[in-house]
């Protein structure tokens, strides 16, 4: 990246340790946040462990509300590297269903697909664009604390050399991934009953698939070790650069155990047809894992100085494993709260106008990850998704579509849609979660 607010950290200067507020991690949810808060005129630094390119475990693909997303942030979708799709087309039992994204008012009416080679990478370029500072190679080790135990920066090590840096801000923003290493240190810990699923993906050489317009997903996979239903789904990305990503997620039950991803993979590959080409000699990749926090499993998102975006707060979707969209969305909301809370004197007023972001959080999602976090549970990790793939479903347009928009969340409101109205209805049903006093302050539950 070519930018004089890009560098090492192993090379700033001591100006560069301070700022208003410091983002850790440059993936999606941090990209997104400092994008957002540079637009603000907040002065954001962004350190990243890693240098760009690089690769992530990841699906690769993105629903209309993901799109939605990158046009916000001013990102050029119709520049070489971006495959647009058409839908998703859902296989079960020998039957397939295509499901095309829908036409609404507020989301586009294509997905994309793009490697998390690059994604990155470009999200963060936009950020530096407008006016965020990146600093690459720079590992977040702890957090800074004041006698009162609110964080007021992070310890690193940056370079080659790993040399010792403390970056100061009266708030951070962590977007550190699954690890969610700021977060644990700051005695923010997970709740074990949301699921954590694992995905695992490999990169093939495919003409025959890599221009498909619609994501694929199987969900009548079985596993290795047993043969009973996988508790997840395995999908097909097209790529349209000759290749495809080909992946399945497993959420493991606590009466089956853990699902091995790997065989189960070789097992159905075995399934699909030779020209697919979808064999060991046309890939182009290790086969990767990754665990996906999924259901808001930590809480609050907001403690002490310290905010939580993305996968280190637990924001993939029990429905789905979709993480990217929420990530970005949550990012902005994250950016827009403590951009105005800036603007308040240092005190109880900043810190009212900084609990509004889990509450925002919970507003948005809470009652549909709650509904999700069950469905996972009774459903998913028991029975996989086949249950709700049943021939009744596929051959009724309206239930497909009904349950591919509760699936991808991918709904307007309010909506004159009656699809959208019924997901809209099913979700309200969900009760709300119960509220509790701290020094005052309405805030969500841990």
Known sequence: MRSQSVESGADAGPGDHQAQVIVVGAGPAG???????????????????????????????????????????????EAPGWKRTRGMRWVCGGRQVHIDWPRSGSHPDFGLTRTR??????????????????HLGTKATGPLTDHRGRIVGVSTVAGDGKRPTDYRAPLVIAADGASARTALAMGLERDPGTPIATA????????????????????????????????????????????????????PHRRHGAVDLRATMDMWLARLPAHWELREENAESPLRSAALPMGFNRRPQYRRGLLLVGDSGGMVSPWSGEGIVQAME?????????????????????????????????RRWGRYYRLGNTVADLVFARYGYRPLLTRRVM????????????????????????????????????????????????????
């Not at 808060?37 to 990243?48: N, S």
Request: net charge neutral; with cysteine; hydrophobic share 40%.
């Open 330 to 362: 949550a990012g902005e909301v994250a950016a827009e709260t403590v951009a105005l809370a800036l603007h308040r004197a240092e005190g109880p007023a900043r810190e009212q106008a900084l609990h509004h972001y889990p509450r925002e959080v919970n």
């Open 200 to 251: 695992a993906r490999r990169y093939y050489r495919s003409e025959a698939r890599t221009h498909d317009p619609y994501l694929e997903l199987w969900a009548d996979l079985l596993c290795s070790r047993t043969g009973r239903d996988l508790p997840g789904y395995g999908w097909i990305f097209p790529l349209g650069d000759g290749r495809v990503n080909v992946g399945l997620g497993a959420l």
């Open 117 to 134: 080679h690059d994604f990155d990478d470009i999200l963060a370029r936009q950020a530096v664009a407008a006016g965020a500072r990146l």
């Open 395 to 446: 051959a009724s347009p309206a239930l497909v579509q009904t349950l591919a928009r509760l699936l991808t969340h991918g709904t307007d409101a309010p909506s004159d849609d009656l699809i959208d109205t019924v997901v809209h209805g099913l979700v309200r049903l969900v009760p709300p979660p119960g509220r509790r006093r701290v020094r005052g302050l309405d805030v969500p539950p841990r």
């Open 31 to 77: 990209s997104a946040t400092a994008l957002h808060l540079a637009r603000a005129g907040v002065d954001v630094l962004l350190l990243e462990k890693g240098t760009f390119p690089r690769d992530k475990v990841c699906g690769d693909g993105l629903t209309p509300r993901g799109v939605q997303q990158l046009i916000r942030m001013g990102i050029d979708i």
